[in-house]
Every structure is written in structure tokens, then in C-alpha cells.
């Protein structure tokens, strides 16, 4: 099996399972689509009929001639029409079935894609995965549609026609025969070609995205230290470059329908040679020549079709590779078997010999041995890259440890299963990040379901009301973008209500008042003192006041704990 079979193959059984709940709507095509096809091979013959009966000499005076010839002109409108209703039928049918099933696929790779482990997510440029999501699957679609579907109709079509050819004359069907291998091998040849420059053209596309999306979405920077005319010389020849390998993929393609086109030509010019004489030694009526050279157009024009959509089925290969490949990215975080839901838990933490890695550079974390009673509240200390937010993140499992094993309750974190362990954690990084919607919204992200008195409870103890008494909406203000229109200090004390409706016995406090001016420190350190009361918390900060506020101070220094001191306040 080839390379590209396997992949078609791969293909159609990620596919398979999105298709079968629209079997019927599959299955009404392709009834609709034999019914073109037999309305398609009968249109010629009225023509037959007609000309046969008139070139007769004394054809005039013949009886019922007239009735004969209305008869064939009803049944050449009646023909037409009824093909034109099966393939209007045909197209709805298809289409229809194909947005379902994409739209279901797409909010699958959707929700594949959120869950997928922070290495994956830190590994590839968010705008390739839109462009991914959004435009490949589309592609994938618009070429189900109106390409593959249609090219089985059109095989089918073939197929019918060659062998009333045969019939016909079998001389001139094997004129025709004798096309094909030719236009196979080839179309086969090329078709690998233009999928191999549609790949290349795809992810291009995705490179394209993904600069574009980090330039926007660093619009800041970009504007404050004019990096403007730098990016747009990097788009720029990213741009070029994909516009080569497009121009590539549709040289390809639109030289093969070319050569189809006169493939066909050659073929004709044989078949009226070879009918024309045929006609003189009386083997064939004229009539029957019309509908010979009829079909042999009729039977071209799916095999041209056949090289225009080689080239867009090619593409959507690519496309559909893409997918896949994004599919195919196992999250590795996999529960142990038996995992179950964490319900409340004291909070008592241990980390047992444990190692963090992010690939095959220095190790992030190495023998990380430390035991957190429940309510206990630890200071991580340390130069940045040291480890501390890794620690944090081996917590709520963005990542497994390669060694050691990290605890809850004396229970390894993966018999756990993985969504209930991250609800029982509550966590406040250093840049928070908000959605777009109202503050009330954004809270309630920390516990989807909670009530609008809950959400205005948790605002208040964390001091979010203090400033969103004097926003025009109150908690219902609408704030832009990743809340880009709050100030640190705001956005800070919203995630920190977040975290407060989350009611976790365990808290993480990633840096969280790192960068914060003094009035704005003041305000989110009141909320955090009441968010982390009572509970097993873990502080990542570079304050000196902040750590000694805990009940011990550990310091790590190159992924290593260095030294674990009781805070003197205890
Ligand atoms: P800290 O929070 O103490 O500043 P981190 O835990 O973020 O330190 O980082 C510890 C080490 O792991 C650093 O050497 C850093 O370069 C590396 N690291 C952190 N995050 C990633 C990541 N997503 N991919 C690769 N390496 C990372
Ligand atoms: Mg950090």
C-alpha cells in the first residue's frame, strides 16, 4: 500500500463515523445521482430517432411522422427536466449531509484541541490551529460536496456509457477504452504531484496565520518599538513563498485538465474516422453516429471534470492531513484506570522524588521532595526559570512528571480524573487573562452554574465591587478583548473572584502580585489574604513580605529545592 493510500485511508475512517448519521441523506444522493446518470445516457436517443426516420428518402409522406417527431421533441424536454430535478436533488442531498457532518467534525477537533497538554499549545503557533480548525476543515468540505461525490457520479456515468458504446459498435468503444489507461496513469502521476504542493501550500497558509495572529495579538509591543515594517517584510516573504507553491498546485492541475481536453480531442477525431466508415460499409446509421459522438462527449466531460476535481480532491487531501494530524496528537495525560471523581480533599500535597521535563534540554525540575499539610501556606522562592511555575503546573497536571510521583491526600494525582482535580485547584497567575463578555461573566468562569448572588459575594470579598461600583454597567461592564481595557490591578482582582467562587481547598498563586503598583498591591493582596484563608496555598512570589507572610519558605534554584525554612511569623 502506498503512501497516499494509506493516507486516503486514514482519512475515510476518521471520517467513517461522522458520515453514518447521514446515511439517509447519503443514500437519497446517490438514488438521486443513478437517476441522473440514466437520464443523462437516454438524452441523446430522441435525436437518433429523429434523424434515422427523416433521412429515409419519401420520409414526408410517411404516416404518422409528425406524431413521431412531436413524441421525441417531449421526450427530449421530459429528459431534461427530470435530470435537471435528480440533480438538484442529488446536490441538496450531498451538500446537506456534508455541512452536518463537518460542523460536527470541526467542533470535535475543537474540543480535542482545548484539552490537549501545554506542550502541545506552547509547540505550535495558535493561528496555524485556527487556520486549521476553521479553513481546512471548511476545504475538506466544499471538496466533499462538489468533488468527490460528483466524481463518483461521474465514474458512474463512464462506466454506463461505455458499454452502450460497446453495444453500439464495439469497434468505436474500444477507441474510446483505449483513452482511458492513458488518462488514468497520468491523472494518478499528477495527482500525487499537486497534493504534495497542496501540503506544502497548506502549511504554509498555517505559517502565515500564525505570524499574523502573534503580531496582532502583541499589537502593543509592535506599535511601541515600530516593529511594524520588520513584520510586514516577514509576511511578506512568507507570503511569497506560499504564493509560489499555490501557483505550483494549480499549474498542475489545470495542466491536466488541459490534457485531457486534448485527449478527448484525439479520441474524437478516431471515433468520426472510424464511424464515418463505418456508416459507408453500413454497420451504422447515421443516427446512431450522433449519439456515438454524443456520448463520447458526455463521457469525456465527466473524464475532463475528473482532472478538475483531481486537483481540488488533491488539495483537500492536504487539508484533511492536517486534520488529522491535529487529531491524532493524544493528549498524554491519561488517567490511570479507576480514576475517580476528587471530591473534597483535606489538601495535604506531597511531591516524592519528583523530576519535570520539557523536552530533551536540562531537566525543569529535579527531585523535588516536599510534604504540604492541609491549610499550610508555602512561599516558593527563587530566580526566574528556577521552577516555580512548573511546580505549580505539575499540580494541576498540564503536565506529568517524567519521575516521582505528586500527591493530593496521599493519592497519586492521576487516580484522579483529571477534570475534577483541576475544579478542586483554584489559581491566580501573574497576567490574567479574561474573556470577552462582562466582569459578572468572567467570574463566573470560576464556577460555571453559580448564582448572580454568589458571583456578587465573591466580587465583594475580593474586592472587585470597589471598582466596578463606579464602571456605567457595574459587574455587568462589558470588557474588551483578553480585558484589555481594565488595569492590571482590575483584571487581577476579577481573576482572584474567580478564583474565590471556585471555593478550592488547594490555591496557587503564580507571581500574582508581581508587576502590580503599590495602591493596586495593597487592594489585591487584601482579596488574596481572604481567598487563600484556611486553605492548603502554594505562593510563587519575588516579595520578601509576601513569603515571610507563609508558614515556610522554600527556595529552588536550577529546578532543585535549595533550602526550606519556617517563616519566622509562625
Ligand atoms: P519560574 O516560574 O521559576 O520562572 P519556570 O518553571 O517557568 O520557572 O521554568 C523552569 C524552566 O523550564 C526554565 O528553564 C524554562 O526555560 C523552562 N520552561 C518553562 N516553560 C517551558 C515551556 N513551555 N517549554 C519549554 N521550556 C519551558
Ligand atoms: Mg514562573
Given at each position: 500500500m502506498s503512501r497516499r493510500e494509506r493516507r486516503g485511508r486514514r482519512l475515510l475512517r476518521f471520517l467513517g463515523p461522522y458520515l453514518r448519521p447521514e446515511r439517509r441523506l447519503i443514500a437519497g444522493g446517490f438514488f438521486a445521482m443513478f437517476a441522473e446518470v440514466a437520464f443523462r445516457l437516454l438524452e441523446p436517443w430522441p435525436l437518433k430517432i429523429v434523424i434515422d426516420a427523416v433521412i429515409v428518402p419519401g420520409a414526408a409522406q410517411s404516416p404518422g411522422i409528425v406524431g413521431l417527431l412531436a413524441l421525441c421533441a417531449l421526450g427530449v424536454v421530459g429528459a431534461a427536466g427530470l435530470r435537471a430535478l435528480s440533480s438538484y436533488l442529488m446536490t441538496v442531498c450531498f451538500s446537506l449531509a456534508g455541512t452536518r457532518a463537518m460542523n460536527a467534525v470541526r467542533a470535535d477537533v475543537f474540543a480535542h484541541t482545548l484539552r490537549l497538554p501545554l506542550r502541545f499549545h506552547t509547540g505550535i503557533r495558535s493561528g496555524d490551529l485556527i487556520n486549521r480548525l476553521v479553513s481546512d476543515v471548511g476545504k475538506l468540505r466544499d471538496v466533499a460536496v462538489t468533488a468527490a461525490m460528483p466524481l463518483i457520479g461521474n465514474v458512474v456515468t463512464l462506466a454506463a456509457m461505455l458499454v452502450v458504446m460497446f453495444v453500439l459498435d464495439w469497434r468505436l468503444g474500444l477507441i474510446v477504452a483505449a483513452a482511458l489507461p492513458v488518462f488514468l496513469l497520468h491523472s494518478r502521476r499528477a495527482s500525487s504531484r499537486i497534493t504534495d504542493a497542496a501540503r506544502i501550500q497548506r502549511s504554509r497558509e498555517g505559517e502565515l496565520a500564525g505570524s499574523a495572529g502573534e503580531s496582532f495579538g502583541a499589537i502593543k509591543v509592535v506599535q511601541a518599538y515600530t516593529l511594524e515594517g520588520e513584520l510586514e517584510r516577514g509576511f511578506a516573504r512568507s507570503n511569497e513563498r506560499e504564493l509560489s507553491e499555490g501557483v505550483r498546485a494549480t499549474r498542475l492541475s489545470a495542466g491536466l485538465e488541459r490534457w485531457t481536453d486534448v485527449l478527448v480531442g484525439i479520441a474524437t477525431a478516431a471515433v468520426l474516422f472510424v464511424g464515418g466508415w463505418s456508416i459507408v460499409e453500413g454497420h451504422l446509421t447515421p443516427g446512431e453516429l450522433v449519439v456515438f459522438v454524443q456520448y463520447l462527449k458526455g463521457a469525456f466531460k465527466p473524464m475532463r471534470d475528473l482532472a478538475k476535481y483531481t486537483g481540488r480532491i488533491a488539495k483537500a487531501a492536504a487539508s484533511g492531513e492536517r486534520i488529522i494530524d491535529l487529531v491524532g496528537?493524544?493528549?498524554?495525560?491519561a488517567d490511570l484506570p479507576g480514576a475517580h471523581r476528587m471530591g473534597r480533599v483535606d489538601g495535604a500535597i506531597s511531591f516524592r522524588r519528583v523530576s519535570a521535563s520539557y523536552?530533551?534540554?536540562?531537566?525543569?525540575?529535579?527531585?523535588i521532595d516536599l510534604e504540604i499539610a492541609p491549610g499550610e501556606r508555602i512561599a516558593l522562592v527563587g530566580h526566574?526559570?528556577?521552577g516555580k511555575s512548573t511546580l505549580a503546573s505539575l499540580l494541576l497536571r498540564l503536565q506529568d512528571p517524567v519521575a516521582g510521583s505528586v500527591r493530593i491526600d496521599g493519592r497519586d494525582?492521576?487516580?484522579?480524573?483529571l477534570d475534577s482535580l483541576r475544579a478542586g485547584i483554584a489559581i491566580v497567575l501573574q497576567e490574567s487573562v479574561l474573556f470577552t463578555g462582562s466582569i459578572r461573566e468572567n467570574i463566573r468562569m470560576g464556577r460555571p452554574g453559580a448564582t448572580d448572588e454568589h458571583v456578587a459575594w465573591a466580587a465583594q470579598v475580593a474586592n472587585v465591587d470597589e471598582f466596578a461600583d463606579r464602571?456605567?454597567?457595574?459587574?455587568d461592564t462589558e470588557v474588551g478583548e483578553r480585558g484589555e481595557t481594565l488595569s492590571g490591578g482590575q483584571r487581577q482582582r476579577i481573576a482572584i473572584a474567580r478564583a474565590v467562587l471556585r471555593d478550592a481547598r488547594i490555591v496557587i498563586l503564580d507571581?500574582?502580585?508581581?508587576?502590580?503598583d503599590t495602591t493596586s498591591a495593597a487592594a489585591v493582596r487584601e482579596a488574596l489574604e481572604r481567598l487563600c484563608a484556611g486553605r492548603t496555598t502554594l505562593v510563587v512570589t519575588h516579595s520578601p513580605d509576601d513569603a515571610l507572610a507563609c508558614d515556610r519558605i522554600v527556595t529552588l534554584r536550577q529546578g532543585r529545592i535549595v533550602d526550606v525554612k519556617e517563616s519566622s511569623h509562625a
Open positions: 496528537t493524544r493528549s498524554d495525560l523536552g530533551d534540554g536540562e531537566p525543569a525540575l529535579t527531585d526566574s526559570g528556577s494525582l492521576r487516580a484522579y480524573s464602571l456605567p454597567g457595574g459587574l507571581e500574582a502580585t508581581t508587576g502590580l
